[in-house]
């Protein structure tokens, strides 16, 4: 990714970014939701590793472009990430963490100074923020924000390609939509590869393994009209579920909805 | 349309377009399909009417773009269309042609050089060749080609913005495709507005007024799988369809499938 921050601007006061200023806020312990903040700006998904384990889930995300499209990457050790934002330390600038031994939540800290160790590389990963920003933009409804719960998200049978350790299902959210808006929706998300890009299905839930549309595996269930189909897009949570399954001995990511606001503008990510 | 010809070079002989060969076949009456002419080259469909209803006509295309996307016109009285192909001339270069009376095929010439007349205007309208070479190029089967039948056609209830005289349903043509193929599909025939371009509707056929998919109102039924869904295209039929229930006293058409080879090139139609 070569996507630099939009503004390298000072520090100091008043002409500070608002992405800025909401990471001040996550480090100063004055934030508990992402959602809704620094509008037009990119958040994104976090997973740190073990440099041991970096290289394959580099790969593995290399191999899963559209579960997780990488946005940015630290160097291993250094918790600054300068490309995605002015003064941003990885270790302080999200609202809550999730540390993970052997695949288990052990906490869920709100930052991870004392988490932090040399041999670390930090992941950030385009997120679905951006490109439903996009869809609203071009007046397409969502229905999960319509009606205020977490996107329904559901594990698929579409096989992630393994690499090292990681494997496993692409876990994909969902969004009814009528199928005029689906269309014009693959045509705004194509535009937008870095944050999970086009729809990767659209329509027949039970083809690509998912037997209850009502049972979402993570976040809430939305009703869907009888003029309406599900459209399914890439998700983040499956770099997570891989994490998980590979039982790595160590790790940490964001916290679900608690995500990293970068300095990236969201249009600035379109390749068209 | 500001595309013009790809080559206006020299008739004679061995340097010939295929596209121009093909038409002079039409001419001396040695053609009787253009299915598969000429690969690569644009073929249109063709509604010619009287000055007095051409404006309005004009007007319903502008109107209704998806369905009747114009690729070239006449002047009033000419018959040659240069930007269109080198020495076209639309009263002999089709196979076969239909002449409307009071909306009553009256007439399949195969030339139509003694229903010419000073106050004609000849209009050509982008065709689903052109973005079915376009899918095919991807790697995407179209069912109608496998079985060797042709497109399925279906009235629906989505109104054209009527102009004039002219107005009435908009007709869609229908290809089977798993979901993601119908993505791709999307993402494809999006960059040739000029050829009908993205879907109008994808999967729920009830929706837009077709009650029984096994049962087109034009062309041939296809089988859809359960893991496939029906994709819709504007089709430009819906110009013919139109003209025919205005009722115009006169007006010329291409019969069905027998189509204007122009020396325009598909791809030059993509806008990206």
Redesign the interface.
């Known amino acids: 990714m070569t996507v630099f921050a939009a503004s390298q601007q000072s520090a100091a006061g008043a002409g500070m970014l608002p992405s800025h200023q909401a990471r001040l806020a996550c480090r100063a312990g004055q934030a508990d939701t992402t959602a809704g903040v620094a509008p037009g700006y990119v958040q994104g998904n976090l997973a740190i590793l073990p440099e041991k384990f970096a290289a394959a889930f580099h790969r593995f995300c290399q191999l899963n472009p559209k579960p997780c499209p990488i946005i940015g990457m630290s160097d291993v050790g250094n918790p600054m990430i300068p490309a995605l934002g002015l003064d941003l330390d990885i270790r302080t600038d999200l609202p809550r963490y999730r540390v993970w031994r052997d695949g288990e939540v052990i906490e869920e800290p709100t930052d991870i100074m004392a988490h932090w160790r040399d041999d670390l590389v930090a992941f950030v990963i385009g997120c679905s923020f951006s490109f439903e920003e996009a869809l609203l933009a071009d007046d397409i409804a969502i229905r999960h924000i319509d009606c205020k719960v977490r996107v329904p998200m559901y594990r698929t049978n579409i096989p992630c390609a393994p690499a090292g350790p990681f494997a496993g299902p692409m876990v994909v959210s969902m969004r009814p939509m009528k ?2 808006d ?2 014009r929706a ?2 705004i998300t ?1 535009r937008f590869p870095s944050v999970h890009g ?7 839930p039970q ?1 690509i393994g998912i037997a209850d549309i009502a049972k979402p595996d993570y976040g809430d269930p939305v009703p869907i009209a ?2 309406e ?1 599900p459209v399914f897009w890439a998700c983040g949570v499956t770099p997570q579920a891989v994490i998980a399954a590979a039982k790595v001995p160590f790790a940490i990511t964001h916290a679900p909805g608690l995500m990293l606001v970068t300095d990236l503008k969201n249009k600035h990510l379109a390749v ?1």
């Open positions: 199928p005029k689906a269309i693959v045509q194509s086009a729809p990767v299905h659209i329509g027949l083809s009888d003029d189909l068209l």
